[in-house]
């Protein structure tokens, strides 16, 4: 039997895994905001293709039926769609950009409070 605890600093944003003894057995980096970004962005894409996936369905059971008002009904199910697929994309570029941020943010916490655009600009 492993009896291992898991404690938290939140200050440092660092997982301890501890032995019986309360030593270090294992310590990994482990980043709630990046985690928190991620998650969030993917349960709203998920959301959307869902969505998306409804109204497809719904688009072909309108083509099957042949009966005029449903063909028309699916011009706006159609463009709901393609609009739905933009979002999806809003959401994928604005995670990209908050994943690098966190990405330099942590690089200058790790440079001693420097980015590296910032250390560049100064070595010119």
Not at 93 to 98: A, E, K, V, W
């Amino acid at each position: 039997m492993n009896n291992t605890t898991v404690t938290a600093s939140p200050t440092q944003n660092k997982r301890r895994i501890k032995n019986d003894r309360g030593e270090a057995k294992k310590e990994e980096e482990c980043d709630a905001e990046a985690w928190d970004t991620l998650s969030k962005s993917f349960k709203q894409v998920q959301s959307v293709l869902d969505h998306n996936s409804d109204l497809i369905k719904q688009v072909n059971a309108n083509h099957k039926s042949k009966i005029p008002d449903n063909l028309v009904k699916n011009v706006s199910l159609i463009r709901e769609i393609n609009g739905n697929i933009s979002k999806v994309m809003s959401i994928y570029s604005d995670l990209s950009f908050n994943v690098s941020n966190i990405v330099v943010e942590r690089r200058s916490l790790k440079n001693g409070g420097e980015s590296n655009l910032e250390s560049a600009s100064n070595e010119s």
